[in-house]
């Protein structure tokens, strides 16, 4: 056979499928889209040009810049987060490949709060892993006798991910001391996708297992906060003995990271977005108070997301009504095992959220 063995599990992302189907109409209403609908900040975009034109231009190291690695510990510290060592990956996607090479035998299982970002079940996949899904319906909350139930003697590590993509959920500081508590009782290891942690809407910050527990991977990037998806660029903090395994890993995947990108990040950590935050929080309100009267919706607390459930309870076919309208929102079943809500990102213009708005409450 051609192609391995580790494939055999493996599907074509269904949030890509959307996205593809809305890029090839004329006007879409698309709330499909997982990234912010704002630039790159000027300055950073200038600090980023400066350096190409400086030629800043070679392999950096393969942990990443020093300058970088000092900034991004400074900015952890601040937090209160905890970890020995820091290194610069290719977007927290590439910080949670390495982890997960470096972490997963084949048969290891690994928890997983459901709904999911799809890439954590991949992941978990490509490895050879068995994910373990914890439901967390219908008030999106961790509850301890639902992750209890899941731990067995082949888990290896469990995932946390607040604010939560596709939910847009934060869990309290209450359920992460429950999840740390229960962690720490039988020696496992927590990974924090805190990629979202800058987009939190009704109240200055939230708390993160890195915070809590020390035998923590936390991930965090640029994508988000600052937009700079297309430049590819994000951070893994943690213990030592794994984040070594892990730069190692990396001389042999991705190499190095981006150069320019990695000057342009300094600058990031300092630059605020509150005023872009607050632009998110008017659009949260605008979509929820629009869907609230006709969808069971829990009203987003971080992120970009909202994820009713619809009328009828069949996520896909309702994808199905919205797309002939013209209307690319995502399956929940995309995300979860179940197939009862749709994610509807608000990560758009003003003008597309009310149409985006007036199509799903009459098709509702
Ligand atoms: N983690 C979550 C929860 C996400 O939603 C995304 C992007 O949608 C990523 C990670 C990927 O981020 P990056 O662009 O840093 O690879």
Redesign the pocket.
């Known amino acids: 056979m051609l192609i391995s063995e580790r494939l055999k599990n493996i599907k074509p992302s269904g949030v890509r499928r959307i996205f593809d189907l809305a890029r090839q109409m004329k006007d879409p209403i698309n709330l499909s889209i997982?990234e912010p609908d704002f630039d790159i900040p000027v300055p950073l975009k200038e600090e980023g040009i400066e350096w190409i034109r400086k030629g800043f231009n070679k392999y950096t190291p393969t942990q990443g810049i020093p300058e970088l690695r000092e900034k991004i510990t400074l900015h952890l510290k601040k937090k209160g987060i905890q970890f020995e060592e820091v290194m610069v990956t290719a977007?927290?996607?590439?910080g949670l490949l390495l982890a997960s090479l470096a972490l997963i035998n084949p048969g290891d299982e690994v928890i997983i709060p459901d709904p999911f970002?799809v890439?954590y079940e991949y992941q978990v996949l490509l490895m050879g892993g068995i994910p373990v899904f914890a439901d967390t319906y219908p008030d999106f909350r961790l509850r301890e006798e639902e992750i209890v139930k899941k731990i067995s003697k082949k888990t290896k590590f469990i995932i946390i991910?607040s604010p939560n993509?596709p939910t847009g959920a934060i869990y309290p500081e209450e359920d992460l001391r429950m999840v740390v508590r229960v962690a720490r009782e039988r020696d496992l290891l927590i990974l924090s996708?805190d990629?979202?942690d800058n987009f939190v809407f009704d109240a200055p910050s939230c708390s993160c297992i890195g915070q809590f527990y020390e035998k923590t991977l936390t991930f965090g990037?640029f994508?988000k906060g600052w937009a700079m998806?297309g430049w590819?660029l994000?951070y893994v903090a943690g213990p030592k003995e794994i984040l070594r395994q892990m730069i190692t890993l990396q001389q042999y995947t991705f190499s190095s990271m981006n150069s320019f990108a990695q000057k342009a990040a300094i600058k990031a950590l300092d630059f605020n977005v509150e005023h872009y935050i607050a632009g998110y929080k008017k659009k949260r309100d605008l979509i929820y108070n629009g869907l609230k009267e006709k969808f069971i919706v829990q009203k987003p607390q971080g992120a970009f997301y909202l994820f009713p459930e619809v009328p009828g309870g069949n996520g896909e076919a309702f994808v199905e009504k919205a797309i002939q309208q013209n209307l690319f929102i995502v399956p929940g079943s995309v995300f979860s095992k179940r197939n009862t809500h749709v994610r509807i990102s608000f990560a758009a213009s003003e003008e597309t959220l009310l149409k985006g708005i007036e199509v799903l409450n009459r098709i509702s």
Do not use: A, K, L, P
């Open positions: 997982g977007g927290v996607t590439g970002f890439m991910n993509n996708d990629i979202y990037g994508s998806t590819r994000g």
